[in-house]
């Protein structure tokens, strides 16, 4: 499996399902759900299928003003932007007690993708996240055992997909 980080310029997904780790992201108070997800990614037999596109990096956001100008930040967002229009499978995962305003916003530009989306019940915006998905009439996820199971089905899938 190979994950591809902001910092990362080359990557190559031929024949292989693409994952784009969307959502909270908050190195002071969020926990790093991508980590434990990219663990059990390579733990199953499909990881070699894989490359995840993963925004969150050791460095993420220090010293960033968060300011079109500032290159950094620029560079972030777009590769951002870009990777989120290139993955197969958009997953979204909204943490408790976070607002995830950029999240919220990349949800919405991208739900006609069908992306996996998952939410602590004390998401800050839980009540508009479940109707937005209802609206839009795509599964929400309400715990993590059902998102990582829901992505986990995708992947296979999809793969099923790729060499048939």
């Known amino acids: 499996m190979k994950i591809i980080s902001p910092l990362e310029i080359k990557e190559k997904s031929e024949n292989k399902v693409s994952i784009f780790l969307g959502g909270s992201i908050d190195k002071e108070t969020s926990p790093d759900w991508r980590k434990g997800l990219t663990v059990y990614l390579s733990q199953q037999d499909y990881q070699d299928k894989l490359v995840i596109f993963n925004p969150r990096?050791?460095?993420?956001?220090?010293?960033?003003?968060?300011?079109?100008?500032?290159?950094?930040?620029?560079?972030?967002?777009?590769?951002?932007?870009?990777?989120?229009?290139?993955?197969?499978?958009?997953?979204?995962?909204?943490?408790?007690?976070?607002?995830?305003?950029?999240?919220?916003?990349?949800?919405?530009?991208?739900?006609?993708?069908?992306?996996?989306?998952?939410?602590?019940?004390?998401?800050?915006?839980?009540?508009?996240?479940?109707?937005?998905?209802?609206?839009?009439?795509?599964?929400?996820?309400?715990?993590?055992?059902?998102?990582?199971?829901?992505?986990d089905m995708r992947i296979h899938n999809l793969l099923s997909k790729k060499s048939g």
């Open 57 to 151: 990096y050791e460095d993420w956001g220090k010293g960033w003003h968060k300011d079109p100008e500032d290159e950094d930040f620029r560079a972030q967002a777009q590769w951002e932007m870009d990777h989120q229009s290139k993955a197969d499978i958009l997953i979204y995962w909204f943490c408790a007690e976070r607002a995830s305003p950029i999240t919220m916003l990349e949800f919405g530009i991208h739900h006609k993708k069908n992306p996996i989306v998952g939410v602590s019940k004390n998401f800050g915006r839980y009540g508009y996240l479940v109707l937005t998905c209802e609206y839009h009439d795509l599964p929400l996820n309400h715990d993590w055992d059902d998102f990582v199971s829901a992505i």
